[in-house]
């Protein structure tokens, strides 16, 4: 009963065309400690939210001392459960729950450190991991876009990179395709970008894109939207660029809430910028969040939202590089156009 709420909840928002415009400015978080079992440290994870099942699902990663995680987690908004000891075991990759099959989908990844980046995509169905065999798919890559249309049901893959090491092999793709469950399909190519966020817009039924890198070192600051056959910018300027942040839609509200980032400039040297701010995309422009409290661990978290709840649940990440990977989770919740709490548990 729950799921089939955020599922429909979910769907009336999609389908309304009065939703709210955000234009939140000011809010305060709240750090609230839990005792009870949760995923150790991780980073370079990766999160999305099974509206079936109104649960968090998290998989994969790597911990401080490098070491590659192959659970499965899932969360409910009260604990923490192991759901799965062993699975595909990826750092780097991306997923995003299909919510017309109700199954989440991962894609991309690598396995080991400067490793080779994976073209496997696996579904999970809540029970079990599936290793799904497609005869054309994307090429292999690390930390692509990967989000569910809605509109078009199906998962909508965009760029990557062939190898997040700045080498010989380092490439960013520019290439965009979509997964119905049986088969991949090619779309329109859109900009070239590796580590950005995509998010769909449910008031505007098109994906929206933000940040990543274009070519090593490179991190625009426009912003673009995708309906499925083309591509579109929609603004030129917005927050600094970055890579390494998270974004969410929130389809309660109509906005996409980002968070964090860096702009890597020698991966891990005193030149790279942190970046510790939070803003709002309402579809038009770009507005930053005055909040003077928040989660430390900036880069290489993730974020999902609890359709159930309407909230935002981030867990992990870093300080800085390869400094002060995180075991907590944090949660974002509005019931208005203001930003209310974050809340640790």
């Known amino acids: 009963m729950r799921s089939e709420v955020g599922f429909m909840s979910s769907l009336l928002f999609f389908l309304s065309l009065a939703a709210p415009m955000a234009f939140s400015q000011s809010g305060e978080w709240e750090k ?3 005792a009870r079992t949760k995923p150790p440290n ?31 987690w899932e969360y409910d908004g009260k604990i923490w459960t192991r759901a ?29 450190p400067g490793g080779q980046s994976f073209a496997e995509i696996w579904e999970w169905d809540g029970l079990a991991w599936k290793k799904v065999n497609a005869s054309e798919s994307p090429s292999p890559r690390v930390i692509p876009g990967l989000v569910y249309d809605p ?11 062939r190898n997040a090491n700045h080498d010989t092999s380092y490439v960013v793709y520019s290439d965009a395709w979509e997964w119905n469950g049986q088969t991949w399909n090619q779309l ?16 505007k039924g098109k994906i929206v894109l933000f940040g990543g890198y274009e070519s090593w070192g ?3 600051t426009d912003t673009w939207e995708f309906d499925g056959s083309v591509w579109e910018q ?48 309402d579809g038009e422009e770009w507005h930053e969040l005055d909040i003077p409290l928040k989660p430390q661990s900036v880069i290489f978290g993730d974020m ?6 309407k909230k935002i649940v981030f867990f992990g990440g870093m300080t800085q590089m390869g400094v002060g990977v995180s075991s907590d989770t944090w949660e974002y919740y509005s019931m208005s156009s203001v930003v209310k709490n974050w809340n640790q548990y």
């Not at 000891?85 to 690598?110: K, Q």
């Not at 509109?151 to 990179?161: F, L």
């Not at 999902?304 to 709840?309: K, T």
Request: charged content about 20%; aromatic content about 12%.
């Open 304 to 309: 999902a939202f609890d359709e159930i709840r």
């Open 188 to 203: 329109q190519e859109g900009p070239p970008r590796w580590d950005h966020e995509m998010e769909f817009d449910n008031r």
């Open 42 to 72: 991780r980073t370079f994870h990766a999160m999305t939210f099974d509206s079936r099942r109104g649960v968090i699902v998290l998989h994969g990663g790597i911990s401080s001392s490098f070491s590659l995680y192959a659970d499965t």
């Open 84 to 112: 799965a000891a062993n699975g595909p075991g990826f750092y780097c990759h991306s997923m995003a729950y299909d919510a017309n099959r109700g199954v989440t989908v991962l894609f991309g990844g690598r396995k080991d």
């Open 32 to 34: 609230i400690e839990i």
């Open 218 to 220: 490179v991190s625009p």
């Open 234 to 281: 929609v603004a030129e300027e917005g927050p600094e660029g970055r890579c390494a942040h998270c974004m969410i839609f929130d389809p309660f509200r109509g906005a996409a809430v980002l968070f964090g980032g860096f702009m890597a400039e020698g991966q891990g040297s005193p030149s790279d910028v942190i970046h510790h701010d939070m803003w709002e995309w």
């Open 151 to 161: 509109a078009r049901k199906t998962i909508v893959c965009h760029g990557g990179s």
